[in-house]
């Protein structure tokens, strides 16, 4: 949830590049900022708010020194406040600790330590760290002992950077639960939660695993475990450019990730090799089950429909935070696919490691080396690239397209590679729809609430799209299958209640259509995304976004999601909301 970076400078000021570096971890906790560089004392400057205006009253980049520790926050334990910014430190301000993840145990410990005389600063659970090592220190241990030592009596998760003004030439990263990766140019070495942070000064990362700890320092970087036991860890080559990770003249990134999506998807297919590859690798199953949250859900319940009607596959959709409550039917003829943008999502991880145990396990992820990677059995790179809106769009056409090419090479059926080839095509055309779709944002911005309407393939859509408005716009939007809505939910509907009705030609095309006439009959304001040559639906709608005719519904969740995402992004601005970094949302959720 939070963004923690540390950097070891060559003969350069650390807090300039520190503060460059979290501005672009913002999306991962935006609450409070700080930054901490020892000289011949540990000099911290920190404060709740956004990075531009604590940086505007703090001067964050004045702080002096070649190396330091930075961190964003998204509150878990105390408020968003100056004193619970991190980073922390302890007694005697000699250590500094920037944390991302939660300490369960950390009341038990806290007692413990005011029992034996520290002085606590904050309501974190991070602030044990530097107390713990300071005690660790007293004792005799030199600070990467300490910090062993003191990871040793931590439960719960955790990635760290840690530094000491006794010895100012060091920061040790560790992590367990959390993504800590490490970065290294000539003379220079970073550590971060994640690659877009240091892009901009090394594509050279290594990835630490849980209990694994990186010490940076005058030997370069030495990865170890946590029983300190030297580990050969290979360096990756990130290809991402550091303006793939920045708004591209963009206003923001998510707008710059939506017209990213029809080359994501481009990217998505270059790895349909990979894709067969894994395919062929797969043992033999009978049933399968996705387990995903949020956005990754609705991919999966895409996949529900595909799956079960092309490839006679029983297949379950489970959200992640429910299936430990439904897991006892798994067995070794199940194959539960994961979908994750992240790969560290707190519930997709402890769902993934239930199934670990009763079943064979393939992971759907965009970020390379992430934990979902590392411990599933069978792992499918979406290849979106860095998506930093918190809303997630060209990841779930990514997702999407995965799932079509899992689809083709289970069920044998290439021809259907053709229709997928010119999906982007599909999306293109979509996108050019934006001013309309601003327009009818205008029109509808001041409105309470929205439904979304669906049948089969579309039923994901419609639920995606409402995902979407409820996010970024802080509308009520509910997405239905559209046959549902008269068991309850239709007497909601009032005069002027805009429906978004998603109905591409196919099976449920009439029967969607009837629901666009009954909501009709009940004053809805009705926008249908439909076949240009659905002149019927369009005589019925108010509005209607067109699409081209030959894409059926099988194959409409890609380019029929784009007006849908648009339309929230526009409603968005136009009620003056930053769309990147809505209310109480962060990008990756990294606890249950
Ligand atoms: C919505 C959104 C979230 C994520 C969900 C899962 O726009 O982004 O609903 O889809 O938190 O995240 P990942 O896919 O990283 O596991």
Not at 106 to 133: M, W
Not at 137 to 146: P, R, S, V
Not at 496 to 511: E, I, L, N, T
Not at 523 to 528: D, L, M, P, S, W
């Amino acid at each position: 949830m939070c963004g923690i970076v540390g950097c070891i400078l060559n003969n350069k000021k650390a807090a300039p590049v520190l503060l460059g570096c979290v501005k672009r971890l913002e999306y991962r906790g935006y609450d409070s900022v700080g930054i901490a560089t020892p000289t011949h004392k540990i000099q911290i400057k920190k404060d709740q708010g956004k990075i531009v205006d604590v940086d505007k009253n703090l001067k964050l980049a004045d702080l002096p020194g070649t190396m330091g520790i930075a961190h964003v926050r998204w509150a878990t334990h105390g408020l968003p406040t100056k004193e619970n910014a991190h980073p922390h430190t302890d007694c005697e301000n000699k250590i500094a600790v920037v944390h991302n993840g939660i300490i369960e145990n950390y009341k038990t410990l806290k007692e413990q330590l005011e029992d034996e005389g520290h002085v606590f600063k904050s309501e974190t659970d991070t602030e044990v760290i530097p107390h713990l090592i300071e005690k660790y220190m007293d004792a005799g241990e030199d600070l990467e002992n300490a910090t062993r030592h003191a990871l040793t009596d931590l439960k719960g998760s955790y990635a760290i950077a840690v530094m000491s003004k006794n010895e100012p030439d060091k920061i040790i990263g560790a992590r367990k639960e959390s993504p800590l990766i490490v970065g290294k140019n000539e003379n220079e070495y970073f550590v971060a939660s994640d690659v877009p942070a240091i892009l901009e000064y090394t594509n050279k990362i290594i990835y630490l695993n849980d209990y694994e700890m990186a010490i940076l320092g005058e030997n370069g970087v030495l990865i170890k475990d946590i029983d300190g036991n030297l580990i050969e860890r290979e360096i990756e080559v990130i290809e991402w450019t550091p303006d793939m990770a920045e708004k591209g003249g963009y206003d923001h990134f998510m707008i710059k990730e939506i017209h990213e999506q029809p080359e994501a998807v481009k990217n998505t297919l270059l790895e349909a090799s990979e894709i067969k590859k894994v395919v062929q690798k797969l043992p033999g199953f009978s049933r399968i089950c996705f387990v995903a949250c949020g956005t990754s859900y609705h991919a999966s319940l895409t996949g529900k429909y595909l799956f079960e009607s092309r490839l006679g596959i029983p297949t379950d959709v489970v959200l992640a935070s429910e299936f430990g409550y439904s897991s006892r039917t798994l067995n070794e003829e199940t194959l539960v696919i994961l979908i994750t943008q992240s790969g560290e999502t707190a519930d997709t991880l402890k769902a993934l490691r239930i199934a670990n145990k009763k079943a064979k396990t393939l992971a759907i992820v965009n970020v390379l080396g992430s934990t979902a990677t590392r411990e599933s059995d069978y792992v499918i790179y979406t290849r979106a690239g860095p998506e930093i809106g918190v809303a997630a769009t060209k990841t779930y056409v990514s997702q999407l397209t995965c799932i079509y090419l899992l689809l083709i090479y289970l069920s044998g059926r290439h021809e259907l590679l053709d229709i997928l080839q010119k999906i982007p095509d599909h999306m293109v055309s979509a996108l050019e729809k934006e001013n309309k779709i601003r327009d009818i944002a205008k029109k509808y911005k001041n409105t309470p609430d929205f439904f979304f309407i669906g049948r089969g393939f579309s039923y994901p859509t419609a639920m995606e799209g409402a995902l979407k408005l409820k996010e970024i716009t802080y509308i009520h939007g509910e997405g239905y299958p559209a046959g549902e809505l008269k068991h309850g939910p239709l007497a909601l509907l009032d005069e002027g209640v805009p429906v978004v009705a998603v109905a591409p030609p196919g099976k449920s095309h009439d029967k969607t259509f009837g629901n666009v006439e009954e909501v009709k009959a009940r004053g809805a304001q009705v926008i249908a995304l439909g076949s240009r040559s659905d002149e019927i639906l369009k005589s019925e709608a108010h509005e209607m976004i067109e699409f081209e005719d030959e894409i059926d519904e099988m194959f409409s969740p890609i380019p029929y999601i784009i007006p849908l995402q648009l339309l929230a992004y526009h409603i968005s601005v136009e009620k003056g909301i930053d769309p990147d970094k809505p209310k109480n949302l962060a990008k990756c959720v990294t606890v249950e």
